[in-house]
């Protein structure tokens, strides 16, 4: 693995290493993928795809996940 | 109360049964704790929840699922502060792809100060949602005519409000309510505006299917106090109604029979 790249990430950058994978983020990120749904560049990415989705350069991801509401 | 008193026909919403016509929202509670156990005195089997960025910069995990079980609740998304209609159709998109089920609490806000809803973008993103398969109850106002479209447009509930969203100003036009109910076949679920018991007990009576709150039990003094008389008050609410009220006399009449001469 050589080096990193920067993405958006819920609207600020983020440097994160080349070719991490959506899982990989997730892990660094201490999150549960059950609990979170991903938008890569405003498409949702099905969770079957975490493992296997790398990010370049540039991507905008959003992390979104449920919380109290009306 | 007895098994006979309480019998009713099924509160149905897209041919799902629901055991309790209270919805609860999961919003503005102090505390996840106190949020839990105010929903389990209401007696609720749906609950509402948001959609919303994770907050990255916590290290305290807030969503709601780490104090919520999806297997106790039936989970109904919303789209609470979508103010267009592709907004609106994005969250909901989101919400689906969380995993639990593809319902919606559809609501397209369009003002800031009242928060009272856009009904033509509603309209036009429950034309969309429905047609992806989205089991839409459609938040609106108590306009007649919006009710009617939304469940031409598919809606499996149309929720028309009592009174602006967290105002707490109870049921305001009973007589557009009860105008719905009688002209609409979906379940009406009166949504946002009800703030204390009397105020459920009310809407009930009106004959309409259900009742959703937030604030009215998440911003009492107790939660879960309030909790407890909101699911009293519905059940109240609704056997009034089937039990149909007196009529209204402007002279006395006595209840006791009257002396012999």
Redesign the interface.
């Known amino acids: 693995m050589d080096g990193t790249v920067t993405i958006r990430l819920n609207g600020k950058a983020r440097e994160v290493a080349a070719d991490i994978t959506v899982s990989g983020l997730l892990d660094e990120l201490g999150l549960v993928p059950g609990m979170v749904v991903v938008e890569r560049n405003r498409e949702i990415l099905a969770r079957e795809s975490y493992a296997t989705v790398r990010l370049s350069e540039g991507d905008r991801l959003e992390l979104v996940h449920f919380v109290g509401g009306g | 109360m007895s098994k006979q008193a309480s019998a009713d026909t099924p509160f149905v919403v897209g041919s799902r049964e629901f055991a309790s016509r209270l919805i609860v ?5 102090p505390d996840n704790e106190t ?1 839990v156990r105010a929903i389990r005195a209401s007696g609720t089997d749906m609950v ?7 907050d ?1 910069d916590r290290t305290r ?6 104090h919520l079980d999806p297997r106790e609740f039936f ?1 109904l ?2 789209t ?1 502060g979508c103010y267009t209609a592709d907004d609106a159709i994005r969250y909901a ?3 689906r ?3 639990f089920n593809e319902w919606l609490k559809l609501e397209v806000i369009g003002d800031e100060t009242t928060l009272l809803p856009d009904t033509r973008a509603t309209l036009d993103a429950a034309r969309v949602l429905v047609a992806e398969g989205f089991k839409v109850m459609a938040y609106t106002n108590e306009d007649l005519i919006t009710a009617l479209r939304l469940e031409d447009a598919g809606c499996v509930a149309v929720m028309p409000l009592a009174s602006p ?2 105002s707490g100003l109870g049921l305001l036009n009973p007589y557009y309510v009860r105008a719905i109910k009688e002209r609409c076949d979906v379940p009406i679920v009166v949504d ?1 505006g009800v703030g204390t018991a009397s105020d459920a007990c009310l809407t009930m009576e009106q004959g309409v299917d259900g009742v ?4 009215a039990i998440a911003a009492a003094r107790d939660p879960v106090r309030m909790a407890a008389a909101m699911r009293e008050a519905v059940v109240a609410g609704r056997l009034a109604y089937l039990a149909g009220r007196m009529p209204v006399r402007e002279v006395a009449v006595p209840s006791s029979p009257p002396l012999p001469e």
Do not use: Q, S
């Open positions: 929202g999961t919003g503005k509670y949020m509402t929840v948001a959609v919303r960025r994770v990255l995990e807030e969503g709601i699922l780490h989970l998304a919303n609470a998109r989101l919400a792809a969380a995993g969203i967290g946002a959703l709150m937030n604030t």
